[in-house]
Structures are given as structure tokens and as C-alpha cells.
């Protein structure tokens, strides 16, 4: 198998972590930039990413759009694990699929974290048709993380309106210390309380999930939300 050659954009803690977890996927960092050497996206040219396959990008919100724009005018299939941009995601989405580029995008890119989500959409299903039961949505991250809610939390809160539950979901958030991220779904009644609760233990299963979703994305075209290429991940 011929190793992949990543670039790493957002060279944060995740940008350090699937660096280390790399080798494990036969992948090899060859360029890593953050906000000192990529400035306004300055760095992704087609010059600078010559001998790229992929890029992984854990950047900020503001800067997520545009180091996508460049990525995909440069000719390089992204993987985008930022949140907090989604305002511009059908924009982007555009400017993908006209120029014929590659983007896996998601709110969270853990396999975990996306299992959760079908299973809440499934009771969402089920207990929409209980109109005793009211809803809530609650999600605990660490204290430097820019977005609140999370962008996890409001996708898990879609698909469950997706789902058919119509009444309100009461939404809540916390930022604190190093929690690397729970999320919580809850239904009550006069009656009883049903919870439903990932809690990741570390921030590993985000890197392995982008690192597999960088080998899946060789050879296509489109943007695609990593919810939906799950059972395809090798």
C-alpha cells in the first residue's frame, strides 16, 4: 500500500494526536500549519501542497471556510473536524461541487459519537408520538473550546426533529476545565426518565475517526458528512 501524505491544518491538540496516531494508518505528515504559519490561509497554494494526498483540518471556526476554499482550489480531498462554521456550509458546499473537489465534513468524528446519533434519532422516532414526555439536550466540554453548543449537541437536536419529535428540546451547555466531551439526551414524564449519555473518555476517537475518513475520501468527489460514510470506514 503506497502511504498517504497528509497535511495537518490546525496544529492544536488534535492536530498533534493524529499526527501521532498516523503511522497506524499508514499515513505520513508531511506539512503542518496553524495559525502562525497559515495566516488568512496564506499557505495552502498549490506550491506548498505539491506531493499532498489529503488534508486533516482541526482550525478555528472563523478560519475553517476559507482554508477549505483554498484546499479545494488546490486539488486536496479535506477532512473537516472544526465546528462552529456551519452558517457557511452551504456556500461551501457550492464551491466544492463546481470545482469538483472532495470534503468530509462533520460535527464530531467519533464512530461513538455517530452510533449515539442514530440511536437518539431511533428514541427520538419512537417517543414522539408520547406527548408526555418533554425533551433535553446538554453537552459538558472543555473550557477552551470556542463553540457553544457544541456543534455535536445542535446535530444531535436536528435529528431528533428530523426524527418527528415537534416539541421543544431544551438545550443547555458547559465549559470547564479538560472535558473532552459528553453529551447528553434526556426524556421525562410525570412517570418515569428515560437518558441517554456518550461520554468520551479522551479526544483519540476523533483522530482515529478523521484519519480513517482521509483514507476513505482517495478518488472521490462530493461533500459528504462523516455520519453518513460510517459503514463504508475501513
Not at 84 to 107: I, K, N
Not at 112 to 134: D, H, K, N, W
Not at 149 to 178: C, F, H, Q, W
Request: glycine residues 10%; charged residues 20%; proline residues 4%.
Amino acid at each position: 500500500m503506497t502511504e498517504m501524505k497528509l497535511a495537518i491544518v490546525g496544529y492544536g491538540r488534535m492536530g498533534r494526536l493524529v499526527e501521532a496516531l498516523a503511522p497506524e494508518y499508514g499515513v505520513s505528515v508531511k506539512l503542518r500549519l496553524d495559525s502562525k504559519n497559515n495566516a488568512s490561509s496564506r499557505a495552502l497554494t498549490k506550491e506548498q501542497l505539491t506531493g499532498i494526498d489529503a488534508a486533516i483540518q482541526f482550525s478555528t471556526p472563523r478560519a475553517a471556510p476559507e482554508n477549505i476554499v483554498q484546499l479545494v482550489r488546490a486539488g486536496i480531498p479535506t477532512i473537516c473536524g472544526t465546528t462552529g462554521w456551519y452558517d457557511q456550509l452551504a456556500s461551501v458546499r457550492a464551491m466544492v461541487d463546481d470545482a469538483g473537489g472532495a470534503l468530509v465534513w462533520g460535527a464530531n468524528f467519533s464512530v461513538g459519537v455517530c452510533l449515539f446519533s442514530q440511536i437518539v434519532s431511533e428514541a427520538a422516532r419512537l417517543l414522539a408520538t408520547q406527548p408526555e414526555y418533554g425533551a433535553w439536550a446538554w453537552e459538558i466540554h472543555h473550557a477552551a473550546k470556542k463553540d457553544a453548543p457544541s456543534g455535536t449537541l445542535l446535530t444531535l437536536v436536528a435529528r431528533m426533529k428530523e426524527a418527528g419529535y415537534a416539541r421543544p428540546i431544551d438545550t443547555g451547555s458547559n465549559r470547564a476545565g479538560l472535558q473532552p466531551g459528553t453529551h447528553e439526551i434526556g426524556f421525562d414524564s410525570p412517570s418515569d426518565t428515560i437518558t441517554l449519555r456518550h461520554v468520551a473518555r479522551n479526544r483519540e476517537g476523533f483522530a482515529r475517526g478523521a484519519l480513517r475518513a482521509a483514507a476513505w475520501i482517495a478518488g472521490k468527489k462530493g461533500v459528504f458528512e462523516f455520519q453518513d460514510i460510517i459503514g463504508e470506514l475501513k
